[in-house]
């Protein structure tokens, strides 16, 4: 099993170029989310999705968008991106809502935005 | 809004001496879990405390979360420098509720 797998691992952006973070699991989980990490804000939530089919906010969703469009798969979109969203980004998985069972996480994709 | 609370931000500690970060909430927490983030890496679950008062132990980590569920604490005993990293609480206000980070604790191991 390879778990929580995100491409690119790394990525620069000049500010207003679009990308596409993908996120696949292969655990058969209903719930993905998507986090970014600044220096001592710890994880912050951008999107998350409770199945397929379905996204809704986190607590910092401006800027980002999402699509699962498969279960495995939650995309996270930047439409113009700015120095602000410089970041690393965290996708994530589980079976239930968060409260009830942990978090898996993937590796991590490091974006920087000049 | 809900807000998980930290402290310490960092610390430095000899090797063999123990080490704890603590986690305090504006809000009663439904439950509470731990991660752990080695440097460039991912988090990684630790565990979930859910009763008012329970205590979990994994080998020389204890995990505690307080009778009024607002505040939990990690405390590692004698460390190693295998337990450098970052430790994250997030709390969640109602049972599969959104979990809230804590800015994590990041723990650095003098050998």
């Known amino acids: 099993n390879a778990g929580v797998t995100q491409t690119p691992k790394f990525r620069v952006l000049k500010t207003g170029q679009s990308m596409t973070l993908l996120c696949a699991q292969d655990m058969n989980h209903e719930y993905m989310y998507w986090y970014r990490q600044d220096p001592g804000m710890g994880l912050r939530l951008i999107h998350y999705s409770v199945g397929e089919g379905t996204t809704a906010k986190g607590e910092v969703p401006d800027g980002y968008n999402v699509s699962r469009l498969k279960k495995q798969n939650f995309l996270l979109g930047l439409e113009s991106a700015a120095p602000s969203q410089t970041s690393v980004y965290f996708c994530?998985?589980?079976?239930?809502?968060?409260?009830?069972?942990?978090?898996?996480f993937g590796n991590g994709t490091r974006l920087t935005v000049t | 809004g809900q807000q998980v609370m930290q402290i310490p931000q960092y610390q430095h500690v000899q090797e063999g001496e123990d080490f704890t970060t603590y986690c305090n909430s504006s809000t009663t927490l439904s439950n509470i879990q731990w991660y752990k983030q080695r440097p460039g890496g991912h988090p990684v679950f630790l565990i979930q405390l859910v009763k008012s008062g329970e205590v979990k132990k994994q080998k020389r980590l204890t995990f505690q979360f307080g009778e009024a569920k607002k505040n939990s604490s990690l405390h590692i005993t004698a460390t190693q420098t295998t337990d450098v990293g970052t430790y994250f609480c997030a709390g969640s206000m109602e049972y599969g509720n959104k979990l809230v980070f804590g800015a994590g604790t990041i723990l650095r191991v003098k050998s």
């Open positions: 994530a998985s589980s079976p239930s809502g968060q409260g009830h069972s942990p978090l898996h």
